[in-house]
């Protein structure tokens, strides 16, 4: 059986790269890529702890962030599309929307 610290360890590592990837990165399907990876690690993270502690409760968890990362990857991906159309870009410097 694995060390639960190995699955910890991993996933403290995908949420600092994707931590990074948010911070540094300006093309908005890298960023978006980067969050996503920052979930994927927080469900690996409650996944190794539910099991862990012996508790179906991480799945449980994990399913429902499944289901956000979904609805976020089809509504994220619908706005950038939009934003793409309207100024020929992904790049998160040029784009100023929201603003008035």
């Known amino acids: 059986m694995t060390p639960i610290n190995y699955y910890l360890g991993l996933g403290a590592l995908l949420f600092a790269i ?3 990837g948010v911070l ?3 093309n908005l399907i890298v960023v978006f890529m980067s969050i996503e990876l920052m979930l994927n690690a927080v ?3 409650f996944i190794a ?3 862990a502690m012996g508790s179906a409760d991480g799945q449980v968890i994990v399913f429902f962030v499944m289901i ?3 609805v976020e990857a089809a509504v994220g991906l619908g706005i950038i599309l939009a ?3 309207n100024r020929l870009t992904v790049n998160a410097d040029e784009f100023n ?3 008035w």
Request: aromatic share 4%.
């Open 24 to 26: 540094i990165r300006r």
């Open 68 to 70: 956000v990362a979904g």
């Open 49 to 51: 702890l539910g099991r």
């Open 18 to 20: 994707g931590t990074v």
């Open 83 to 85: 934003a793409f159309r």
């Open 43 to 45: 469900n690996l993270t």
């Open 97 to 99: 929307l929201l603003r």
